[in-house]
DNA sequence: TCGAGTTGGTTGAACGCTCAACAAAATCGG
DNA sequence: CCGATTTTGTTGAGCGTTCAACCAACTCGA
């Protein structure tokens, strides 16, 4: 038997709509003042964070991916363009034939000291400098619920 | 003189992570399931959304951009794709020779009434069900509050 | 009324992402 | 040990978005 659907009611409409509107614009003033100021997009600013606290500033491909929550294929696409930059190197992984490492360069951290004052300012101006101390709270938990039950319906799958 | 970057603290990092990878899991969940069941981009949802509750199911391009958050370019492009598609089509504006109206077709109307159930159902699975009441009026707060600021930060500059 | 500036909309190139297909190496089960 | 399966990473095509450039039509002030 056909299941009805359980539509929105106002309250929840206006909710869905403030949050698709606040995070889109959110992303898209931040990834186009990382792309004025640095060149780059944020993605591959996150890439590059994640591989300049990794060890040796190195990371298997698969293992940036994972943290940078990509899939192999984005990555790889972006490691490409990185290398082109200069940013990033590719190395064989010496315990796995099939493996690659990830290596950020001198000039990619260069690049990300240069962009991450001005990415970090963007975050606190449009992020945290409108919200209360409260509500940097819940949205900390809020937004751990969800990425912890979407993770579970990746692993579900 | 210099000014010192406020650095984000190790709560703030965490924040932001988590706020990172909830908002990217769910967009990019809610568009697969939307793209594999009903052969449409998230965006372009809203648009058809957009249209149904216009008058008449039309709105001039750019008050389509406008409510759907989209720049003028973006939308050109989505209307030409969603007029090949046979759901939308456009018209000269009678009262502004530059203008074109947006309008949803019956075929458009359709697309929309078929794919919307599946996308609430994953609204309510990805984001409102695992969220208490409390935490949902929280987010909606908090997004609210965001996309004022963000929308000021617009009409400032 | 006429010129300057603004608004509305489109276009094409460049770019990033998705998806499916693929190859090579590792792992697992019998 | 060997065949089947899984894991790792890349590739190319197709798509959506951005950005800058552009044209046409509207508006407004002198």
Do not use: K, N
């Amino acid at each position: 038997m056909a299941v009805m659907t359980r539509w929105l009611d106002a309250d929840e409409q206006r909710t869905w709509r403030a949050f698709l509107t606040a995070t889109r614009a959110l992303m898209e003033t931040l990834d186009r003042e990382l792309q004025r100021d640095a060149g780059m997009p944020h993605a591959y600013y996150e890439i590059l964070v994640r591989l300049s606290e990794a060890p040796d500033r190195q990371l298997r491909m698969s293992d940036l991916a994972q943290v940078t929550g990509s899939s192999r294929s984005r990555l790889s696409h972006a490691a490409a363009r990185l290398e082109e930059a200069g940013w990033l190197r590719r190395q064989e992984c010496p315990t796995d034939r099939r493996g690659q490492l990830a290596i950020l360069t001198d000039a990619g951290f260069a690049a990300l000291a240069a962009a991450a004052p001005g990415h970090v300012e963007g975050v606190r101006r449009h992020l945290f400098d409108p919200l209360s101390p409260a509500q940097v709270d819940q949205l900390r938990r809020i937004s751990e619920t969800l990425a912890d039950h979407l993770a579970d319906d990746r692993t579900a799958s």
